[in-house]
């Protein structure tokens, strides 16, 4: 079965940074675009980044262009988020997920998700 775990989500001051990891298993992950996106309370699960399958196409939300970066290391199945110059309004429960080579930014696009971790910038 796909698997794909996500970790590094925490609590940081405005203006910090955090790195998230998602670990994959299950798939070919050379094969995938990965993707991040974020939830918070009482929203709708929002694009964040994505990355293709050979990482030479990425999306970045405007939200958060400048910000935070998409990276994916294939020999450790692997994909990154990091996220420096945190605002309050990036904290949510952030995903990792994983879909057929292209990058998009429609959740429906992506079947395989990870549980989550949480973000949470305080001010």
């Known amino acids: 079965q796909v698997q794909l775990v996500e970790s590094g989500g925490g609590l940081v001051q405005a203006g910090g940074s955090l790195r998230l990891s998602c670990a994959a298993s299950g798939l070919t992950f050379s094969t995938r675009a990965m993707g991040w996106f974020r939830q918070a309370p009482g929203k709708e699960r929002e694009f964040v980044a994505a990355i293709n399958y050979s990482g030479d196409r990425i999306l970045y939300a405007d939200s958060v262009k400048g910000r935070f970066a998409i990276s994916r290391v294939n020999v450790k199945n692997a994909a990154y988020l990091q996220m420096n110059r945190l605002k309050p309004e990036d904290s949510a429960v952030y995903f990792c997920?994983?879909?057929?080579?292209?990058?998009?930014?429609?959740?429906?696009?992506?079947?395989?998700w990870g549980q989550g971790t949480q973000v949470t910038v305080s001010l």
């Open positions: 997920t994983a879909r057929p080579l292209v990058a998009t930014t429609r959740p429906s696009d992506y079947p395989d």
